[in-house]
């Protein structure tokens, strides 16, 4: 008893870093999530960018009315105008209009059947479970920005992703959900009414399909900085499925690194 007295004690007073340090490798994405995500980045990028070819179109005249409903400012004074003209030259988003059509025409339906087979496959796991946020992740959300912010161990608990990530994977589905439906009703805004009903009509749907491409915009910045301040694990996790973990004690163990983990 004694003996394992001192032992206990003996291992107390070395410095976590002499510690071996334990690895463990644990799952963390399934196949078919890892499928999906990655065949959504390249669609998502090339529906924002043709989306940005055929938006030049209805833009470039500025004393065309529909153009005042991008832009910031108050009354008849604009401030900013989404977007420059610069923006467009810089990116040769000019021009080419039927080029940015046919590609949106084109991508939109895989896009679309892997946004829906996303949620399917959600449903039908019950992964949905990792995604949809609880009442207390909304409770705790200024709390575990915060700790993100000032790069705190995240205060969030859940077995992958904390409250913060669960809320904006969320909205992003109904974010995803509202761009389609959106996008329908603009294409065809007589033959589906019905879609341009659901919308609030067309001019809504416009505006709902322009800021609904703003968001995604948005959350790809946070979601790629994010990426990179989770570290290169976590970055892995999403191509391999799994991640190396610290056992707890041992001298690398960390809880948390962003509010990326739990
Ligand atoms: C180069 C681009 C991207 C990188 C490096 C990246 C990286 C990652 C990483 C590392 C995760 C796992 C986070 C974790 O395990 O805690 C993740 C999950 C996720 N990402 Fe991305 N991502 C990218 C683009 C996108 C885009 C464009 C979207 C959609 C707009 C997106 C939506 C999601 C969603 C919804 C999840 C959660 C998936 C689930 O578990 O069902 N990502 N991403």
Not at 87 to 105: C, V
Not at 119 to 134: D, F, M, N
Not at 174 to 194: Q, R
Request: charged share 15%; with cysteine.
């Amino acid at each position: 008893m004694a003996g394992h007295d001192s032992v206990t004690h003996t291992a107390s007073l070395v410095p976590r870093s002499h510690l071996p340090t334990v690895l463990r490798i644990e799952e963390r994405h399934s196949l078919a999530v890892r499928w999906m995500h990655w065949i959504n980045f390249p669609l998502l990028i090339i529906m924002i960018w043709s989306g940005l070819m055929i938006y030049w179109a209805d833009s470039v005249d500025l004393n065309v009315l529909e153009h005042r409903v991008y832009r910031v400012g108050i009354g008849d004074f604009t401030l900013f105008r989404f977007f420059p003209d610069w923006f467009y030259r810089i990116f040769r988003l000019n021009n080419h209009f039927t080029r940015g059509l046919s590609f949106h025409a084109l991508v939109m339906w895989p896009f679309i059947v892997n946004g829906v087979a996303y949620v399917l496959y959600l449903a039908i796991s019950g992964e949905w479970r990792r995604i949809v946020p609880s009442a207390s992740d909304f409770a705790q959300l200024a709390r575990t920005v915060l700790d993100d912010l000032l790069n705190r161990e995240t205060s969030a608990t859940g077995k992958t992703y904390n409250g913060a990530q669960r809320i904006a994977y969320t909205l992003l589905l109904i974010v995803g959900a509202a761009s389609v439906i959106s996008g329908i009703a603009i294409w065809k805004p007589t033959s589906l009414p019905l879609a341009t009903a659901i919308m609030g009509g067309y001019r809504a749907a416009r505006l709902i399909h322009f800021w609904t491409t703003i968001a995604f915009c948005a959350f790809i910045c946070i979601h790629l900085v994010q990426g990179i301040r989770a570290g290169w694990g976590r970055l892995q996790s999403i191509v391999t499925g799994f991640e190396t973990v610290a056992e707890p004690g041992s001298s690398k163990s960390r809880k948390s690194e962003s509010a990326y983990g739990d």
